[in-house]
């Protein structure tokens, strides 16, 4: 169901989305209802029963209580309550249970980015593509703290732990760039752990899976390297313009002395940066925390060998 841009919630773009706005807009106008009510009863009653009247019948009214109107208030408050339940309950289910037919893609969460494995073996980072008009069951696991993923225009947000996995699914019915941010303050740059559903047709995504595999081939491996150094969200922690940020600069750092927390020096070489993408713990350098994540099983030896040709090739 779609639904256009409405006077509190972002336009929504999943098949879910139109069933959690009507419940969310039934409870806020129901609430701004008996707000009303009761408002209207305080200033009315204090108007009516105010003190210098009572003073001057010398007697505030005798009435104790009146049965029709507190079987009234209720029970029409718990006829609403159980709608709310029922119908929450419902809309909770169908938001639980995955369809059968979904297609599943691997959510990995780690400070401070999110890691996409498709069914076909294609893996991204910072975007989920996915086609229009099918099911998609997220499987999720953090590799540290908690994190929670939130598609604020598909109505869907589910915590993501480490060592055990959750589930949520969403179907889109537009196509288009939607918002992902993390929902569960997990560092430093929580409010920075962005990213984006990109929504194609069918064959669009048909094309692109095909053409994921084939990127490697066309372009130098600075080129790749380039890319990858994006997709892979490497820039998020480090500059290549000899500034640090959480990671120290890439740029002009090859052949280069490098102080280690611990244990000496080394010299900048291949096999060092091979070491540092993909097992950051063994050594870390000097005057930075150890927060780089592993690459290790995110990035085959082209990949590797792609962005040490970047590194070396940047001054
Ligand atoms: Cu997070």
């Known amino acids: 169901m779609d639904t256009t841009e409405t006077l509190l919630l972002p336009p929504g773009g999943s098949t879910i989305a139109g069933e959690v706005d009507a419940l969310f807009y039934f409870i806020v106008y129901a609430s701004i209802a008996i707000f009303g009510i009761v408002l209207f009863g305080i200033i009315y009653l204090s108007i009516k029963y105010r003190t210098e009247k009572a003073a001057v019948e010398g007697t505030t009214s005798g009435v104790s209580h009146n049965t029709r109107l507190e079987l009234a208030w209720s029970i029409i408050p718990a006829i609403l309550v159980i709608i709310v339940f029922i119908w929450g309950f419902n809309v909770y289910m169908k938001m639980s ?12 969460a780690q400070k401070w980015f999110w890691s996409f494995d498709y069914p076909d073996g294609i893996n991204t980072v910072n975007e989920l593509v996915v086609p229009l008009g099918k099911p998609v069951k997220l499987l999720m696991s953090s590799r540290d703290v908690i994190h929670s993923f939130f598609v604020p225009a598909f109505r869907i947000k589910m915590d993501v ?9 969403f179907e889109a019915t537009k196509i288009g760039r939607y918002d992902i941010m993390c929902a569960e303050f997990c560092g430093d740059r929580h409010s920075e ?4 559903v ?8 048909k094309e692109w899976l095909e053409s994921g595999t084939e990127t490697a081939e066309d372009i130098t491996p600075v080129d790749y390297g380039r890319a990858l150094f994006r997709t892979k969200a490497c820039y998020t922690c480090h500059n290549v313009d000899g500034t640090s940020a959480v ?9 280069k002395r490098r102080a280690l927390v611990g244990e000496g020096e080394v010299t900048i070489d291949e096999n060092y940066l091979r070491e540092s993408i993909l097992e950051p713990r063994a050594s870390i350098a000097a005057g930075y925390q150890p927060v780089m994540p592993t690459y290790q099983g995110m990035l085959n030896d082209k990949q590797v060998d792609a962005l040490i ?5 940047l001054k």
């Open 309 to 313: 040709a970047y590194i070396k090739s």
């Open 97 to 108: 249970i995955v369809p059968k037919d979904a297609m599943e893609v691997k959510v990995t």
């Open 161 to 169: 732990l480490p060592n055990r996995y959750t589930l949520t699914w």
């Open 198 to 205: 990109r929504v194609v047709s069918e064959r669009e995504y």
């Open 193 to 196: 752990m962005l990213a984006k």
């Open 247 to 255: 990671g120290p600069a890439l740029n002009g750092i090859v052949g």
